[in-house]
C-alpha cells in the first residue's frame, strides 16, 4: 500500500550535533535521491558515501545515504535515510530541496502511521514507538521494546483466538436450536469464558504498575513548619535544590525534583508547612500544599517531635517519618514510623526503600508486559464489561444464546480497536499525533 505523496523530515532534534538523520518515505523516495545526487545507483540497504546537491548543482552534504526499500522498511515503503552532518543549515537545505523535488514535510508520527497503514505494527505497537522515545529509565524504554516486539500483540492474539472459539460454539447452539443446549455444553462454555475472563482481568490488572513504569508517580512531603521538609528535599535530591532555614515558614512555593526509584521517574514536591498564617502569601502557600496532597501518590508525612501528630488523610498512602533523629538521645520504638535525620543523611535508604515499597515500584518486572495507555486500557476494561455481562446469562436459568453471542462480539470488537483494526480516524490521530516529527 502507498500513500500517493512522498514525506520528508529531520527524525533527530534541531540543533548542532555530529550527524543528522533526514528520512524519507514513498514511492518518490529513491528517485528524489537519485536526483540529489546527480543520477547514481544505491543498492539496498547498503549505506554509501555520497555528494549530495540542492537543484543549483551546489553541494549540501557530502555524507552517507542508505536506502531501505519496501516493503522491507520501517514504513514499508521505500525509505532513504541521509546521514549528514549535524548542522540545522545542511539540515534544512536538504528537506527543502527534496521538498521543491515534489517531497512533502511529515506530519508528526507519519512515518509510524504508514507503517501501522501498512500492516507493519499495530496499534499497540505504534503506542510502544511513542513511549519507547518518551521513556524516562531504561527499565521503561526495555517493557516498551517488549510490546514493540509483540509481547502484548501476542497476548491479545491469544485473547481473540479463545474468544472466537467460544463464539463459534455459541454460534453453533445458535443454529441448532436454542433449547437443545446441554448442561455439559452449557457447564463446558463457561468454564471458557471464565478463564478467558480471567486472562483479561490480569491484563487490565497490568495498568497500574504500566502506568507507574512510564508515567511514574507523585511524592508529596507534607508537615508542620520547620520539621525539615526542605531538608529532605535536599537530601533525597543530593543537591542544594530547597531553601532551608531554622524560621519557620520559609518554603511557600513547591520545590520539585524528578528522581528515578527503580527505573520509576517520582517527583517529590516539598511544600509550604501546614500552619495557620496570617500572612497572605503563605497562606497561598499552605493552599498549594493540599492541593499537591490531592493530586499525590503517596504523602510522606514529615514530624521531628515524636508527641506530635502525623498528617493524616483518608484515601491517601501516607509515610509517617519522624526527622531529627540526631538531636534524640531515647531509641523511639515505634516501628511504623522511620526515624531519619535529614540533616546527618541518616534513614533515608530505608526511607527510600518503603516509598519504592508503598509505591509497588518493587513489583514491577521488565520480564512483564504491561498496559501503558489510558486507550489500552479502556479497551480491555470494555472487553470485560462485555464478558461480565456474557457470564450472567450462564449464571441465569434461561441461557439467552442470542444475547451472549452478541456480548462476545462486542468484547472481540474492543479488541480489534485495541489493535487499530476498527479504529475511528480521529482516535488514529491522538495516537499519531503524539509523536515527533520524523517518527
Ligand atoms: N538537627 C537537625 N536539624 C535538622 C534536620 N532536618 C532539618 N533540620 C533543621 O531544621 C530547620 C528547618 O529545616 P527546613 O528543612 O527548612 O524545614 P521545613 O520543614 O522545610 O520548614 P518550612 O519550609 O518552614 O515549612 C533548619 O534549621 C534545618 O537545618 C535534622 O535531621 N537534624
Ligand atoms: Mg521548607
Redesign the pocket.
Known amino acids: 500500500m502507498t500513500f500517493g505523496d512522498t514525506i520528508v523530515a529531520p527524525t533527530t532534534p534541531y540543533g548542532h550535533s555530529s550527524v543528522a538523520i533526514i528520512r524519507i518515505s514513498g514511492s518518490d523516495a529513491a528517485k528524489l535521491l537519485s536526483k540529489l545526487s546527480g543520477g547514481r545507483n544505491f543498492s539496498n540497504r547498503r549505506a554509501t558515501l555520497s555528494s549530495l546537491k540542492d537543484l543549483d548543482g551546489n553541494l549540501i552534504d557530502r555524507c552517507l545515504v542508505t536506502v531501505f526499500l519496501g516493503p522491507g522498511s520501517y514504513t514499508g515503503e521505500d525509505v532513504v535515510e541521509i546521514y549528514s552532518h549535524g548542522n540545522p543549515s545542511i539540515v534544512e537545505a536538504f528537506v527543502n530541496t527534496i521538498c521543491d523535488l515534489g517531497g512533502r514535510l511529515a506530519e508528526p508520527g507519519e512515518f509510524t502511521r504508514r507503517s501501522f497503514l501498512n500492516g507493519k505494527i499495530d496499534l499497540v505497537q505504534a503506542e510502544a514507538v511513542a513511549a519507547l522515545v518518551r521513556s524516562k529509565s531504561i527499565e521503561a524504554s526495555r517493557s516498551q521494546q517488549k510490546v514493540l516486539g509483540g509481547s502484548l500483540s501476542k497476548i491479545l492474539a491469544a485473547l481473540q483466538s479463545n474468544l472466537s472459539a467460544l463464539l463459534s460454539r455459541i454460534e453453533h447452539q445458535l443454529d441448532i436450536s436454542e433449547e437443545a443446549i446441554s448442561l455439559s455444553e452449557k457447564k463446558s462454555l463457561s468454564n471458557l469464558l471464565v478463564k478467558i475472563m480471567s486472562t483479561v482481568n490480569h491484563l487490565k490488572s497490568t495498568f497500574s504498575l504500566g502506568r507507574l513504569l512510564n508515567r511514574g508517580a507523585t511524592v508529596v512531603i507534607v508537615?508542620?513548619?520547620?520539621?525539615?521538609?526542605?531538608?529532605?528535599l535536599n537530601c533525597l535530591a543530593g543537591l542544594d535544590r530547597?531553601?532551608?532555614?531554622?524560621?519557620?515558614?520559609?518554603?511557600r512555593d513547591s520545590i520539585e525534583v524528578e528522581l528515578l526509584l527503580g527505573g520509576v521517574p517520582v517527583l517529590f514536591i516539598?511544600t509550604?508547612?501546614l500552619r495557620a498564617t496570617q500572612d497572605v502569601i503563605e497562606e497561598e502557600g499552605v493552599r498549594r500544599t493540599y492541593r499537591h496532597i490531592k493530586g499525590a501518590d503517596l504523602i510522606v508525612s514529615?514530624t521531628?517531635n515524636p508527641d506530635k501528630k502525623h498528617f493524616t488523610q483518608t484515601g491517601k498512602s501516607i509515610i509517617s517519618v519522624l526527622?531529627?533523629?540526631?538531636?534524640r538521645k531515647k531509641k523511639i520504638n515505634d516501628k511504623s514510623i522511620i526515624h531519619?535525620?535529614?540533616?546527618?543523611n541518616t534513614g533515608i535508604e530505608a526511607l527510600k526503600n518503603r516509598i519504592v515499597a508503598e509505591l509497588g515500584i518493587n513489583k514491577i518486572s521488565t520480564e512483564d508486559t504491561y498496559l501503558s495507555t489510558n486507550r489500552q486500557y479502556r479497551a480491555i476494561d470494555s472487553c470485560g464489561s462485555a464478558l461480565s455481562r456474557a457470564k450472567t446469562f450462564f449464571d441465569s436459568n434461561v441461557l439467552d444464546v442470542e444475547l451472549l453471542s452478541f456480548e462476545i462480539r462486542a468484547s472481540l470488537d474492543a479488541i480489534d480497536t485495541l489493535l487499530g483494526k476498527t479504529s475511528p480516524d480521529d482516535i488514529l490521530n491522538r495516537v499519531f499525533a503524539t509523536m515527533c516529527v520524523g517518527k
Open positions: 508537615g508542620e513548619t520547620n520539621v525539615g521538609k526542605s531538608t529532605l530547597a531553601i532551608v532555614s531554622h524560621i519557620p515558614g520559609t518554603t516539598d509550604a508547612g514529615l521531628d526527622n531529627k533523629k540526631d538531636l531519619i535525620s535529614a540533616k546527618t
